[in-house]
């Protein structure tokens, strides 16, 4: 069994992205491997499937490979882009009546986690208002670029701090397939560092399909890692870093520097006990990933899994 720690960092953390680059699989063959990831013995690291609102029928066809009992297909539903705020609130009030129709076409097979969807660049607290009218419960994970990060998890803290439920989360991109895809790491770090982000659900995606940062020819850049990124993120959290500190870490390419037992997770001198690590994930959301294999045969190769 991988450390208790590993278990507390990474459980339910990889938003499964196979239908996206550089994967870029159809639905059926990306459906079917979410059929096997969720029986396989590592499906405790396996959080939802990430699927475009637009694909919602197609995926109806194929949901024969899923039982009620132990394998339902749980979904990250993802919404699409808009140039401004009408045309967002037409975009959104669109994407809630489909999640309603989609969840209600089968209730014993689908459960659909949250929305994922981009903010337009005009947003305000009033928007967010008018967004909640629509959503109401549902947990979404709003999308900013990384330069708005900061202003945007503040303005979305003070929407949930008026609201009962803190069901609005933030998603910040950590990559693609290109370089000029990848934040820095110090975009990442003033991100983690945000007071409002220890309060506030975060998620990441695209990116981090390996555990430790790296040096990746098929995208000419360094690649973060996700232990480097979720580590950090739960460390700023729980130690109070600064900017400099999460980036430090965000930076760290040394597996030997991180750090797994069955009673603490460490980089460095930097402890976390594993029941504090619980408390700090579940403001971490997850990562999507367009591979579930890559991530857990780095893992192994590093002999944590």
Not at 61 to 89: C, E, I, T
Not at 128 to 146: C, N, Q, Y
Request: with cysteine.
């Amino acid at each position: 069994m991988p450390a208790a720690s590993l278990q507390a960092l990474l459980a339910k953390s990889i938003d499964y992205a196979g239908m996206f680059p550089p994967c870029s699989l159809t639905i059926e063959p990306a459906l079917q491997n979410q059929a096997e990831y969720v029986r396989s013995p590592d499906a405790w690291m396996l959080n939802t499937f990430v699927l475009p609102i637009g694909q919602f029928d197609a995926a109806k066809q194929l949901l024969s490979q899923f039982d009620p009992v132990h394998h339902l297909l749980r979904v990250a539903a993802l919404g699409p882009k808009a140039p401004n705020a009408d045309a967002f609130l037409d975009a959104l009030d669109e994407a809630e009546a489909a999640i309603r129709a989609f969840s209600r076409y089968d209730v014993d097979l689908i459960s659909v986690s949250h929305l994922e969807m981009s903010l337009p660049h005009d947003a305000d607290a009033a928007l967010l208002k008018e967004a909640r009218s629509i959503v109401g419960d549902l947990p979404v994970f709003w999308e900013a670029p990384p330069e708005r990060a900061q202003q945007t998890i503040a303005l979305l803290a003070e929407h949930n701090s008026d609201e009962h439920s803190a069901t609005f989360g933030y998603k910040l991109r950590t990559g693609g397939v290109t370089a000029e895809a990848f934040p820095t790491s110090a975009q990442i770090a003033s991100a983690l560092i945000t007071p409002a982000t220890h309060q506030l659900s975060i998620k990441f995606t695209a990116g981090l399909h390996h555990p430790i940062r790296q040096f990746r020819d098929e995208v000419k850049t360094k690649m973060h890692g996700f232990l480097n990124v979720l580590g950090a993120a739960v460390l700023a959290a729980e130690h109070r870093w600064d900017a400099h500190q999460a980036a430090m870490m965000l930076e760290d390419e040394n597996p030997d520097s991180f750090s797994f037992t069955d009673e603490f997770f460490a980089w460095r001198e930097w402890k976390i006990g594993v029941e504090r690590l619980r408390y700090r994930r579940k403001f971490v959301a997850s990562f999507g990933s367009c591979s579930f294999d890559e991530p857990r045969e780095d893992l192994r190769a590093l002999r944590l899994l």
